[in-house]
């Protein structure tokens, strides 16, 4: 029997390059903010920024930190191979910084006012990782 590729299913998964020293930097306990000014295209950097700040209640600056990491990760995704739709895996790690920004951009939108774009983002991270989605909004 012969065996046929599934047209339907869409574009295949796009994973992002390991970027290790950033990585390292950060899990060893260097600030963000030090890591995104030398490595300013490594989201999960931007991603611990927008956290953070959000977390002590600068909503704008979270905002601000999120969207730098969110476009930054959009430009690695284009250079992985990613047209615009297909899933981002959440299991693989260097995919994590671009999903946390989505996630960040997500509540900072919503919580200043962008109910709009804050829908956008949720649906885009829902699209992109459905596990994503429930492991990041459980934690927000």
């Known amino acids: 029997m012969e065996s046929h590729e599934n047209l339907l299913a869409g574009p295949p998964p796009t994973l992002l390059p390991d970027t290790p020293e950033p990585r390292q930097m950060l899990e060893s306990g260097a600030k963000a903010a030090d890591v995104a000014a030398r490595f300013p ?15 002590a209640g600068h909503a704008v600056t979270s905002y601000a930190f999120a969207r730098t990491g969110y476009h930054r990760g959009l430009d690695q995704l284009r ?14 790690e260097p995919n994590q910084g671009f999903l946390r920004c989505l996630n960040a951009l997500a509540r900072a939108a919503q919580a200043i006012g962008e109910k709009d774009e804050a829908e956008r983002c949720a649906q885009f991270l829902r699209d ?12 927000s």
């Open 79 to 92: 250079r992985a191979g990613w047209k615009g739709h297909g899933q981002i895996p959440w299991e693989h």
């Open 41 to 55: 295209a490594y989201s999960a950097a931007w991603a611990a920024l927008a956290d953070d700040y959000f977390a």
């Open 128 to 139: 992109s990782s459905q596990d994503a989605a429930q492991a990041l909004t459980a934690n």
